[in-house]
């Protein structure tokens, strides 16, 4: 098998594919369990973090890989087309504030720059009705493809954030986060499976062309690039492989390319790419 045919055919990028953005096709009892026992856990879990507990010691820690890996999860997405790609293939958009930061970060006032998707956004308008009867505030609002796109884009190219998606069991997308660092994996390393980077790493193609500027440094939220004599070096282990210093290098220094070892949300399990490649 030829690596184009691994890159493009062998393996389908979960969040691309339309029919994991659905409406309206979620049973009661999935229902029952995203907006009562995901979301308390979601929601203890972020507490724990904001109170600086230490809960990811045996077996919590254990357990929260396995939910992360299993049920509710985030996955870096590799570029702005692919983030734009998203909202083109989703259903329904509902704007609402970053939860993740407003829990880690209650000083700042809240941000409303998430936006729920397909299912999450129907669940949405579900909860808004139940809080209008009690006389209580909704949690955001829906919004239109244009203005969605307008926030993707600003908090890409102008505040530097990438974008997270957020998926439920079974694969559906569920979220398109914006707040980068803000998310809640981001204060709890030690899950790894709490944010998955993108199936892409940044890698160093025009060295010669770098001038030491260090606006890609400035831009690498994981602190995987760094700046020496020969020019930018990327510590492969931690790039998220966001394409934040692709998009605002402007000596065109960086290039992405695809991973070799992925784990490929629509089948539950680790791929190694290049194992396919030797077999194929």
């Known amino acids: 098998m030829c690596r184009w045919c691994v890159e493009h055919t062998a393996r389908k990028v979960w969040y691309l594919e339309p029919s994991n953005h659905q409406l309206g096709t979620i049973n009661r009892l999935q229902r ?8 308390g856990i979601l929601y ?4 724990d973090i904001s109170q600086k507990k230490k809960p990811w010691r045996f077996p919590k820690k254990n357990f929260f890989n396995f939910y992360a890996k299993r049920i509710h999860g985030g996955q870096v997405v590799a570029s702005l087309e692919e983030a734009l790609r998203i909202l083109e293939l989703s259903l329904d958009i509902y704007l609402t504030y970053c939860s993740c930061r407003h829990s880690t970060h209650s000083e700042h006032p809240k941000l409303y720059k998430c936006l729920l998707l397909n299912n999450d956004a129907e669940q949405a308008r579900r909860w808004d009705a139940k809080m209008k009867i009690k006389g209580k505030p909704s949690i955001g609002t829906f919004i239109d493809p244009e203005e969605a796109q307008e ?3 600003n908090s890409r190219k102008e505040e530097g954030c990438f974008q997270t998606v957020l998926w439920k069991w079974p694969p559906r997308v569920a979220c398109l986060c914006n707040c980068d660092q803000y998310c809640a994996s981001w204060w709890a390393p030690e899950i790894t499976w709490g944010q998955l980077p ?28 760094s700046l020496d004599e020969q020019g930018p070096l990327i510590e492969e282990e931690k790039c998220l492989g966001c394409g934040l210093c692709v998009d605002n290098c402007p000596q065109n220094v960086f290039e992405l390319e695809p991973c070799e070892v992925i784990f490929d949300r629509q089948i539950g399990k680790v791929v190694d790419l290049h194992s396919e490649l030797r077999n194929g």
């Open 151 to 153: 926030i993707i884009v």
């Open 32 to 39: 029952f369990w995203d907006w009562h026992i995901d979301m």
């Open 198 to 225: 993108s199936f892409k790493r940044s890698k160093v193609v025009m060295a010669d062309n770098c001038d030491m500027c260090g606006i890609c440094v400035s831009y690498c939220h994981k602190k995987a690039l």
């Open 44 to 47: 203890g879990t972020i507490d």
